[in-house]
């Protein structure tokens, strides 16, 4: 997406403070920190938000942030972390490309995440219970890439795998030893 200003650091064409980068993911400094050390983790496909992500790179990020905050826990000597992810512009999405914040945090410091807390009746949660309860997981539809590669569909009961995932043990490991600068 070229107008995408994410995509844009990620392709190299606009600077950034690159910290660490996977085959689906990018990190970077946010350049407004809440504190220093704040990052910004983005997937390095353009995805609008989380409704159209695919869940390999959902996947992938989530668990790129738990690496940096490792990291920033290890090496900043952060106190706690918050991983925030915002969708659409009423919730406060101010570039229209999915990513995660990971924002160090640390006692007094000042820095305010929060919402106005509403006392819900038992009455409420009831309802909201009935609305929003899924009885079996929702089905997603596989990208136009994925659809296109394959012309075969799986039976009933078959489980369709859409992208090949790395080796997760391997995978974690590598992350964790460099989160954490050891030898591997």
Same mark, same amino acid.
């Given at each position: 997406?070229?107008?995408?200003? %994410?995509?844009?650091?990620? =392709?190299? +064409? ?32 353009? %995805? ?5 992500? /695919? ?44 990513? %995660? ?6 006692? /007094? ?14 009455? @409420? ?9 899924? +009885? ?30 790395? @080796?997760? =043990? ?12 050891? @030898?591997?």
């Amino acid at each position: 997406m070229p107008e995408c200003v %994410f995509c844009k650091l990620i =392709e190299g +064409t606009m600077p950034s403070h690159k910290i660490y980068e996977t085959e689906f993911t990018f990190v970077i400094l946010d350049i407004n920190p809440a504190n220093p050390g704040h990052c910004l983790v983005i997937p390095k496909k353009h %995805f609008e938000n989380i409704y159209d992500a /695919d869940n390999a790179y959902l996947e992938d990020a989530i668990i790129t942030c738990k690496i940096i905050a490792a990291r920033l826990k290890e090496k900043l000597g952060a106190e706690g972390v918050n991983i925030i992810q915002n969708n659409e512009k009423v919730a406060g999405q101010l570039v229209e490309h999915l990513y %995660f914040h990971v924002i160090p945090r640390y006692k /007094d410091d000042k820095v305010v995440i929060g919402y106005n807390k509403k006392e819900a009746t038992e009455a @409420d949660l009831r309802d909201m219970e009935e609305k929003l309860s899924i +009885t079996a997981a929702p089905k997603q539809e596989p990208t136009k890439e994925a659809a296109e590669e394959t012309t075969e569909q799986p039976k009933e009961g078959e489980i369709e795998f859409v992208e090949e995932v790395p @080796d997760e =043990e391997e995978s974690e490991e590598k992350l964790r030893k460099w989160a954490f600068e050891e @030898d591997y």
